[in-house]
């Protein structure tokens, strides 16, 4: 008997089927909760974009800031390293001078440190010899389309400058300007006068 009640238990628990009322309704449900997990998903997506683009354009807008105040201090001040005065960085640096620029010994950055126990003049004439890019010469002390030195000519300022001792002459007559460009791109100003008279730029001695 009991075995009999026990089958008939399990046939009719297998017999009992779902409402399908209650399964479309259990379906929609799931599915509904996936869409809402989806666009929960998207939206932390979007604020997170949305924030790292905030800190990007703020970083921007910081840096163009700093770049614009630098930048205007620099056109109101003006350039304060005073070695700019007498040395040229490249060839059209000191084109319109009027000049021989002076400025302390020590601020001339053609000199390299293993010459500058030298004289001036010879610390200059080892220079053109060695390491020289271009010498320029001009009736004026300004070098746009002047003329080049080479060969003997240069040759013979470079024992001119070996030669020469501070003195306490002034330049006469006629005078020669000379834009020296070296190779590491440092360049040196001078003239010679008709009475032979030496000047350098950077330095307020004379020599002959």
């Given at each position: ?56 354009a703020l970083g921007i807008g910081i840096f163009a ?144």
């Open positions: 008997m009991t075995d009999k009640i026990k089958q008939d238990y399990v046939e009719h628990m297998n017999s009992v089927k779902p409402d399908s009322r209650f399964l479309a309704s259990l379906q929609e449900t799931l599915e509904q909760e996936q869409k809402n997990l989806r666009e929960r998903k998207r939206i932390r997506l979007i604020r997170t974009v949305c924030a790292a683009a905030a800190c990007l800031a700093v770049s614009i105040s630098r930048n205007t201090l620099e056109i109101i001040g003006g350039p304060q390293d005073s070695s700019a005065s007498g040395d040229m960085i490249n060839h059209g640096a000191a084109a319109n001078s009027s000049v021989i620029d002076t400025v302390p010994v020590k601020n001339i950055s053609w000199i390299p440190d293993d010459l500058r126990e030298l004289p001036l003049t010879k610390a200059l004439a080892l220079r053109l010899e060695n390491s020289l890019e271009e010498l320029s010469v001009s009736g004026e002390n300004r070098f746009v389309d002047a003329d080049t030195v080479s060969g003997q000519e240069l040759s013979g300022i470079i024992e001119k400058l070996n030669a020469a001792e501070s003195a306490a002459a002034s330049p006469e007559g006629e005078v020669k300007y000379y834009m020296a460009v070296f190779e590491d791109m440092t360049a040196a100003k001078f003239s010679i006068a008709e009475n032979g008279v030496i000047s350098i730029s950077g330095s307020e001695e004379n020599f002959l």
